[in-house]
C-alpha cells in the first residue's frame, strides 16, 4: 500500500515572508454557527485544510449549501432541515461537536455523535454538558449519541465552568445567544478565536458582552431575530508560531504577516527570552536570531498562558538550545507523544509525569519520524530542515489537517521540502 510522506533535506535555512491563513480553531467555529442565522453567510479568510473540508460535510449533511470561492465560504442554511450529525464525520473530526450548541439553539434539539478521545487525550466534553443543562438542555445517551432536547426551552443562568474550555464555552455561547433571559459564563475561556466567535455572533444580532475575559454575559434574543452575516475569520495564531519557530531554529530573518501579534504575547516572550530579536507591527510579526539558543522553561495554560499548541514546536527549540530546559503540559494528558519522535533524531529529553525535561543537543540527524497530532507533526518538518541528512514525516494528514499547503508555505522561505508518495516497501 503506498504512503505520501514530507520529504525534508536538512542542513537548510528558512527565511523570507509568509502569510498565514484564517484561524482553523475559529473558522470550524463560524461555519457551525452560521446554523443560528436562516440565510446565506460569508466567511472570509477561510483556510483550505481538510478539517474545514469535514466541517462543510457536516452542515450540507444537516441541509445547508456550502460554496467555495477560493477562501471565502458561503453558507446557505435556510433549506437546514435536520439536527443529527453522522458517526463518521465526528469520529474524523471531534470539532464537529461544535454544532451542539447552535442546533440546540435554532432547533431546541440535535442529535450528535459523541466525540471519540484522541493521541493528546481523552478530549472530554462533560463541561458541555453540565453547562448545557444549566441552560435547559436534557441529555440522553443513545449508543454513542448525544441526544439534546429542551423540554422547557432555553433559559439563561450562571455557568462557573471547572475549566477554562475552549469548546464549553463556545457551545454555551452560541446557545445561550436565543436563551431566555440573561446567561453568565464564568471561568471561560479567553481564546481570540473565542472572541473572534462572540464578533460574528454579534453581528448576526446577539448581544455578548466580555469575550475575551473570564465573565461573559449574553442577554438572549429571539431566535428568529438573528440573521446572517458577513465575517471574516482572525489569522491564525498558532500557524504564525509554527512558523517563527522555524526561524527561531535557522536565525531567519523571518516575516510572518496576516495574525494580529496581540494574540502572540507570551510565544513571543518566550522566543525573546530565548535569544530572538522580534519586531511586531499591526497584523506583522518579524524574527531574527543572532545569538545562541537559550534555554527556556514553559507551562502550558489556558490563554493568555502559554499555548498547548506550540508546545511541541517549542520542544524543538529546547531541544537545540544550550543547557536544559524544562517543559509542562498542563492542558491535555497526553500531548508529550513528539518527543519520542525527536529522540529518534538524537534528542536528549526525559518525560516525568506531565514535565519534559531537555537537554539542549548540538545536532539532530535526519530520520523517519511519524506525526502524532497536527502540531507535532508540522514541528517534525521543521526538524528536519535542521538536522543532518534527509528526514521523512509519517502521517502527514494530521498536518493536512490543520496547515494549509505547509510544503508549499516552506517551499517559499527555501527549505528543500517536497509530499512524496512511497510504495511498499520502498525503504
Ligand atoms: C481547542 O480544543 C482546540 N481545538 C485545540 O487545538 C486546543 O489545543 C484547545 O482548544 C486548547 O486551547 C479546536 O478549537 C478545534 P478545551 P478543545 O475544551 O475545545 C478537557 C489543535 O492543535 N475538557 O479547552 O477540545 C480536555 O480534555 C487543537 O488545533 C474536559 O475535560 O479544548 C482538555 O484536556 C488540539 N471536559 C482540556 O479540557 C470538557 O467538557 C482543554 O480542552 C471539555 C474539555
Not at 206 to 216: D, H, M, N, R, T
Not at 398 to 413: M, Q
Amino acid at each position: 500500500m503506498s504512503e505520501e510522506v514530507i520529504v525534508v533535506e536538512g542542513n537548510n535555512t528558512l527565511a523570507g515572508e509568509v502569510r498565514v491563513s484564517g484561524a482553523k480553531n475559529s473558522a470550524l467555529k463560524l461555519i457551525a454557527a452560521s446554523l443560528l442565522g436562516r440565510g446565506e453567510t460569508v466567511l472570509h479568510n477561510v483556510p483550505l485544510i481538510s478539517d474545514i473540508d469535514v466541517m462543510i460535510e457536516v452542515l450540507r449533511r444537516l441541509g445547508a449549501t456550502v460554496t467555495r470561492e477560493d477562501h471565502t465560504l458561503i453558507v446557505d442554511t435556510s433549506s437546514v432541515d435536520k439536527c443529527e450529525t453522522p458517526y463518521e464525520l465526528v469520529s474524523k473530526m471531534r470539532a464537529s461537536i461544535s454544532v451542539l450548541g447552535p442546533l440546540v439553539g435554532r432547533f431546541g434539539k440535535a442529535r450528535v455523535a459523541m466525540p471519540g478521545g484522541c493521541q493528546i487525550g481523552a478530549r472530554k466534553i462533560d463541561m458541555h454538558m453540565v453547562g448545557l443543562e444549566a441552560l435547559g438542555v436534557k441529555f440522553d445517551i443513545d449508543h454513542g449519541f448525544l441526544d439534546a432536547s429542551t423540554p422547557h426551552g432555553l433559559h439563561g443562568a450562571h455557568v462557573i465552568l471547572d475549566f477554562p474550555s475552549v469548546g464549553a464555552t463556545e457551545n454555551l455561547l452560541m446557545a445561550s445567544v436565543v436563551a431566555d433571559g440573561t446567561t453568565i459564563i464564568e471561568n471561560a475561556a479567553r481564546e481570540p478565536e473565542i472572541v473572534d466567535l462572540a464578533n460574528m455572533l454579534n453581528k448576526m444580532g446577539a448581544k455578548i458582552a466580555g469575550a475575551g475575559e473570564s465573565l461573559i454575559e449574553i442577554t438572549g434574543v429571539a431566535a428568529e431575530s438573528l440573521h446572517p452575516c458577513e465575517h471574516t475569520t482572525v489569522g491564525d495564531r498558532i500557524e504564525a508560531g509554527t512558523f517563527l519557530v522555524g526561524a527561531a531554529l535557522t536565525q531567519g530573518p523571518l516575516r510572518v504577516v496576516g495574525v494580529d501579534p496581540g494574540y502572540l504575547r507570551m510565544a513571543i516572550m518566550k522566543l525573546e527570552s530565548m535569544g530572538c530579536e522580534i519586531e511586531s507591527n499591526s497584523d506583522s510579526v518579524t524574527l531574527r536570531r543572532a545569538v545562541p539558543l537559550r534555554s527556556t522553561e514553559i507551562q502550558t495554560l489556558p490563554h493568555p498562558g502559554f499555548p498547548t499548541d506550540l508546545q511541541a514546536q517549542f520542544m524543538l527549540l529546547a531541544a537545540l538550545a544550550n543547557d536544559m530546559s524544562v517543559i509542562t503540559e498542563n492542558v491535555f494528558e497526553n500531548r508529550f507523544m513528539f518527543a519520542a519522535e525527536l529522540i529518534r533524531m538524537g534528542a536528549d529529553i526525559t518525560i516525568e509525569d506531565h514535565h519534559a525535561l531537555v537537554r539542549g543537543v548540538q545536532k539532530l540527524q535526519g530520520a523517519d519520524v511519524s506525526s502524532t497530532d497536527l502540531r507535532a507533526g508540522a514541528a517534525l518538518v521543521l526538524a528536519g530542515i535542521v538536522a543532518e541528512g534527509q528526514t521523512r514525516v509519517h502521517n502527514i494528514a494530521h498536518i493536512d489537517r490543520g496547515y494549509e499547503d505547509y510544503v508549499g508555505k516552506l517551499s517559499s522561505l527555501g527549505v528543500n521540502v517536497s509530499r512524496m508518495v512511497l510504495d511498499e516497501g520502498m525503504n
